[in-house]
């Protein structure tokens, strides 16, 4: 899961790849609560998974463990 | 009167090519941009005007282009290049005293089309939070407003093809008025969309001439057959003169007059003896103390329908006597609907700097029924008199004109 928020980022939302690390926030990356909405959207269409409380301050890491968490109890 | 506003900066996004500089030698050059559009492949007619080699991502930077439809993205560039030119913004500028207006047709399609299809497949979760926002008839005007970090009003004017010289004529006020030191005006619209030319085929409205692409749209000529989609961007950066004085900023023509007005007859027919057209024509000319007669060329509306240049011909010919030369942009780079108002009066600019009249592509044989000299060919060197006049006509009869001196 980690993978495919590094790679939106990078490739749909233009973010420099060697910012993009497991303990960036998406306010480190300067992602707005708009991109942030438009970021799930597009993981949902990818994955089925629907995630709410995953915010700017939230990490990479903490964000891909959180949909991790929703896919196994999927 | 209402005082003369300074033009300080252009910019343009068109099928003649990303820049001022291309298109303006595109228009000088008398061919046609029209080509075979893929992005239209099946419908009854597809060809259009397209902008050749755009890159948003490239252009804009892959985060910001990702949530703006294309046609945003041409104004927000051509904004840009017109700003550069201005020497905008400076340093000690108040954000609150400029406004930005730029004209659209209507809302954008490419992004809420494609969240329609979501909506069909029963997918709601899926669509874009940029779905609506991206395709807001004002998306253009707030993006380059949050672009150029400037806080005073910026909208959209909204009436078909006229709407990027309405933006012209509501910013005039706003400055003549001193609400405003600078304006950003323009226009941007797409007509290349599948849903917009699938309406104008069935309107009637589009060329299906016989010969080749670059042959289809022929404003003025006898063998006109209808109008071409195209794409494109245009802005002008207007400032109180005492403003544009203040700061040196270079001048680059003068904004004299603008007039506007409705006709109360079809929603998609021009009245035939063009009477909201030179009703605007008329009241451009009171508001900048003008003559006819000091109208020394006239960039036209010239959209190569049959019902247009002949209601054109005619209400040019009643208003404008002594004949000034005619040239209609639209031969070269196709009908960008709220985008072409604002691309003409960028190009009349141009013309009166260069003092030059573009010619009017595929203008081979002009129909007998006008008393009109149309500038057909090459560029013709401009007359003596410094002023010009650039008009758009609008389905719902809604007409504004724009009248321009040299600098």
């Known amino acids: ?74 | 009167m209402g005082g003369e506003i300074a033009v300080t900066g252009i910019g343009l996004v068109t099928p003649g090519g990303v820049g001022v500089g291309p298109t303006w030698r595109a228009v000088c050059d008398a061919g046609s941009t029209a080509a075979r559009d893929p992005a239209l492949a099946g419908l009854p007619v597809d060809i259009s005007c397209a902008v050749p080699g755009f890159d948003g991502d490239a252009l804009l930077g892959r985060r910001l282009a990702r949530r703006l439809d294309p046609v945003t993205q041409l104004g927000l560039v051509a904004a840009r290049e017109a700003l550069a030119m201005a020497g905008l913004p400076a340093g000690d500028w108040d954000p609150a005293r400029v406004g930005v207006l730029v004209g659209a047709g209507g809302s954008s399609l490419a992004g809420v089309t494609e969240a329609h299809r979501r909506l069909l497949a029963c997918r709601p979760e899926t669509i874009s939070p940029t779905a609506l926002p991206r395709s807001l008839p004002s998306a253009c005007a707030t993006e380059i407003a949050h672009d150029l970090g400037v806080t005073g009003p910026a909208f959209a004017t909204v009436a078909g093809c006229a709407s990027g010289l309405l933006a012209a004529r509501v910013a005039l006020g706003l400055l003549r008025s001193g609400d405003l030191d600078v304006a950003v005006v323009g226009g941007a619209e797409s007509l290349r969309h599948p849903l917009t030319v699938a309406g104008f085929a069935q309107l009637g409205t589009l060329s299906r001439h016989a010969g080749e692409p670059t042959a289809a749209c022929r404003p003025f000529d006898a063998d006109r057959a209808g109008l071409v989609v195209a794409e494109g961007a245009g802005v002008l950066v207007l400032e109180r003169p005492g403003y544009a004085r203040a700061r040196r900023a270079p001048v680059l023509a003068w904004l004299t007059g603008c007039g506007a007005a409705g006709e109360n007859h079809h929603p998609t027919t021009p009245h035939p003896d063009g009477e909201g057209a030179e009703r605007a024509t008329r009241a451009a000319l009171a508001d900048a103390g003008w003559r006819p007669a000091d109208i020394g060329h006239v960039n036209a509306h010239g959209a190569a329908t049959v019902v247009n240049d002949a209601t054109e011909a005619r209400w040019l010919a009643r208003t404008l006597p002594h004949r000034p030369p005619v040239t209609a942009t639209k031969g070269a780079l196709g009908h960008a609907g709220a985008g072409s108002g604002a691309i003409e009066a960028a190009v009349t600019v141009l013309a009166l700097r260069e003092r030059l009249i573009p010619p009017t592509a595929n203008l081979d044989r002009l129909d007998p029924d006008f008393d009109l000299d149309v500038v057909a060919k090459a560029p013709r060197p401009a007359p003596e008199s410094p002023g010009a006049l650039t008009v758009s006509s609008a389905f719902g009869g809604q007409n504004a004109a724009l009248l321009l001196r040299c600098a």
């Open chain 1, 1 to 74: 899961m980690y993978e495919l928020l590094a790679t939106l980022l990078t490739d749909e939302f233009g973010i420099e790849a060697d910012v993009v690390t497991p303990d960036a926030t998406f306010r480190d990356l300067e992602l707005d609560s708009l991109s942030l909405t438009e970021l799930a959207v597009i993981v949902t269409e990818r994955t089925g998974l629907l995630v709410d409380d995953v915010d700017l301050d939230s990490t990479l890491a903490s964000a891909a463990e959180r949909y991790a968490t929703a896919s196994a109890s999927a």
